[in-house]
């Protein structure tokens, strides 16, 4: 895929309307983290540089249309601000006449943040009249919100049809890192999916039976496979209305000639907190109200196995509750493990990011850290993202 990058455009004197993915975590009204805002300051930095006067716009949680003071972009702006070393404004809207009078006032070097998007319901619902007003702003858009281009929002696609427009730096690295894998791929090409439910990578599962070697499952995900071939799952977390669809999957998987591996052994416990006795079991021996909360050791060290071996790995979702120590272990020991490997690794995925934090790993030691979860996963299926298709040089 060839994209129109900013490389591509004159900026300068020009108000450039920029899309990032700003949406962090908040505690107390301060950033938890602030490794979106970091990936984006290669796109704003060129940007300031070229002489261009920027307005950055985001989403930031849920907020559903309604205004939500926890979900203000103040914080965020502060931040950006800090590590930018310049003056960022902030307005109280994305549309209307305080961005308008900002908009007026902006020179060459500024920067002006909109409030959260999704303030308004048009924004997920892609209306045209806002995304026209968004776009009537500014000279031209540019897009760098990787983790938001499987999305067809007013701020990530709406606007386009207005603005030319142009991928970020951000955008340019994922996709450029991200395509090979949709082509020929050295082997053995291994995809390991862990995490909490199934809806959200069954799509990928099915797209890689015919491209991975072995797809090995961990997580909640891998609960209902478990569930499907007929084990007890005691209370674990798994999806009953998705049994049948596991069993479909593992009959093409078998056809196919991809082995789907499933965990034969697990860490049970009977609730989940920081210092509840666990036990390691085999699969077999689950009952009553134990949960299955992370792989079991010989399970862990099999997959490890396999990940030692494969020349291209992709993973996704945590293998067990990581955020609760007694269940991390699986988890912690892939991510360090695959560090030393041979393979190259991608990964992908909020949580699977957030894992790696908690860990205190190095993203500088895989190949390719995301910041796309579902961005990632979608384009990996080889489908068209909406808001990469209006990028398309
Ligand atoms: P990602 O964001 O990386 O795509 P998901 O959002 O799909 O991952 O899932 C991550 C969540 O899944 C984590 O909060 C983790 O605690 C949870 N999880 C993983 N394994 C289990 C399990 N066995 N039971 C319950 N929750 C699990
Ligand atoms: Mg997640």
Same mark, same amino acid.
């Given at each position: 895929?060839?994209?129109?990058?900013?490389?591509?455009?004159?900026?300068?004197?020009?108000?450039?309307?920029?899309?990032?993915?700003?949406?962090?975590?908040?505690e107390?009204?301060?950033?938890?983290?602030d490794?979106?805002?970091?990936?984006?300051?290669?796109?704003l930095q060129?940007?300031?540089?070229?002489?261009?006067?920027?307005?950055?716009?985001?989403?930031?949680?849920?907020?559903? +249309?309604?205004?939500?003071?926890?979900?203000?972009?103040?914080?965020?702006?502060?931040?950006?601000?800090?590590?930018l070393?310049?003056?960022?404004?902030?307005?109280?809207?994305?549309?209307?006449?305080?961005?308008?009078?900002?908009v007026?006032?902006?020179?060459?070097?500024?920067?002006?943040?909109?409030?959260?998007?999704?303030?308004?319901?048009?924004?997920?619902?892609?209306?045209?009249?806002?995304?026209?007003?968004?776009?009537?702003?500014?000279?031209?858009?540019?897009?760098?919100?990787?983790?938001?281009?499987?999305?067809?929002?007013?701020?990530?696609?709406g606007v386009?049809?207005?603005?030319?427009?142009?991928?970020?730096?951000l955008?340019?690295?994922?996709?450029?890192?991200?395509?090979?894998?949709? +082509?020929?791929?050295?082997?053995?090409?291994?995809?390991?999916?862990?995490?909490?439910?199934?809806?959200?990578?069954?799509?990928?599962?099915?797209?890689?039976i015919?491209?991975?070697?072995?797809?090995?499952?961990?997580?909640? !995900?891998?609960?209902?496979?478990v569930?499907?071939?007929?084990?007890?799952?005691?209370?674990?977390?798994?999806?009953?209305?998705?049994?049948?669809?596991?069993?479909?999957?593992?009959?093409?998987?078998?056809?196919?000639?991809?082995?789907?591996?499933?965990?034969g052994?697990?860490?049970?416990?009977?609730?989940?907190?920081?210092?509840?006795?666990?036990?390691?079991?085999e699969?077999?021996?689950?009952?009553?109200?134990m949960?299955?909360?992370?792989?079991?050791?010989?399970?862990?060290?099999?997959?490890?196995?396999?990940?030692?071996?494969a020349?291209?790995?992709?993973?996704?979702?945590?293998?067990?509750?990581?955020?609760?120590?007694?269940?991390?272990? +699986?988890?912690?020991?892939?991510?360090?493990?695959l560090?030393?490997?041979?393979?190259?690794?991608?990964?992908?995925?909020?949580?699977?990011?957030?894992?790696?934090?908690?860990?205190?790993?190095?993203?500088?030691?895989?190949?390719?850290?995301?910041?796309?979860?579902?961005?990632?996963?979608? !384009?990996?299926?080889?489908?068209? !993202?909406?808001? !990469?298709?209006?990028?398309?040089?």
């Amino acid at each position: 895929m060839k994209l129109k990058t900013i490389k591509d455009a004159d900026v300068k004197d020009k108000t450039v309307l920029v899309r990032v993915d700003y949406n962090v975590p908040l505690e107390n009204g301060e950033v938890m983290d602030d490794t979106r805002i970091t990936e984006s300051l290669p796109t704003l930095q060129y940007l300031l540089k070229s002489g261009a006067k920027i307005i950055v716009m985001s989403h930031l949680g849920r907020p559903k +249309g309604d205004n939500n003071d926890e979900l203000k972009m103040d914080p965020v702006a502060k931040r950006l601000g800090e590590l930018l070393k310049v003056n960022v404004k902030k307005v109280d809207s994305c549309i209307g006449d305080e961005v308008e009078e900002a908009v007026k006032a902006l020179e060459a070097g500024d920067v002006l943040m909109l409030e959260n998007t999704r303030f308004h319901d048009e924004e997920k619902k892609n209306d045209k009249n806002f995304a026209k007003k968004l776009a009537s702003y500014a000279d031209l858009f540019v897009s760098d919100a990787f983790g938001t281009v499987h999305r067809a929002h007013a701020s990530t696609e709406g606007v386009t049809h207005h603005l030319d427009s142009y991928a970020g730096f951000l955008i340019e690295k994922e996709v450029e890192a991200l395509t090979p894998l949709l +082509g020929k791929v050295d082997r053995p090409f291994v995809l390991l999916l862990g995490g909490a439910k199934i809806d959200t990578k069954i799509g990928v599962i099915k797209a890689y039976i015919s491209k991975a070697d072995k797809i090995l499952l961990g997580g909640g !995900l891998a609960n209902t496979f478990v569930a499907a071939q007929g084990f007890n799952v005691g209370e674990s977390l798994y999806e009953e209305d998705k049994m049948d669809l596991a069993r479909e999957l593992m009959l093409e998987a078998e056809k196919e000639g991809c082995e789907i591996v499933l965990p034969g052994g697990t860490i049970v416990a009977d609730e989940i907190s920081d210092s509840v006795v666990t036990a390691d079991m085999e699969i077999t021996g689950v009952e009553g109200n134990m949960k299955m909360l992370d792989i079991g050791v010989k399970t862990l060290y099999k997959y490890l196995d396999i990940l030692k071996e494969a020349k291209t790995i992709i993973w996704n979702g945590p293998v067990g509750l990581y955020e609760k120590q007694p269940f991390e272990r +699986g988890t912690r020991e892939i991510a360090d493990a695959l560090r030393g490997y041979k393979g190259k690794t991608y990964l992908g995925g909020g949580d699977t990011l957030s894992a790696l934090k908690h860990f205190g790993f190095d993203r500088k030691d895989y190949t390719h850290v995301s910041t796309g979860g579902g961005a990632m996963l979608e !384009l990996l299926e080889g489908k068209e !993202l909406p808001g !990469l298709k209006v990028l398309q040089a």
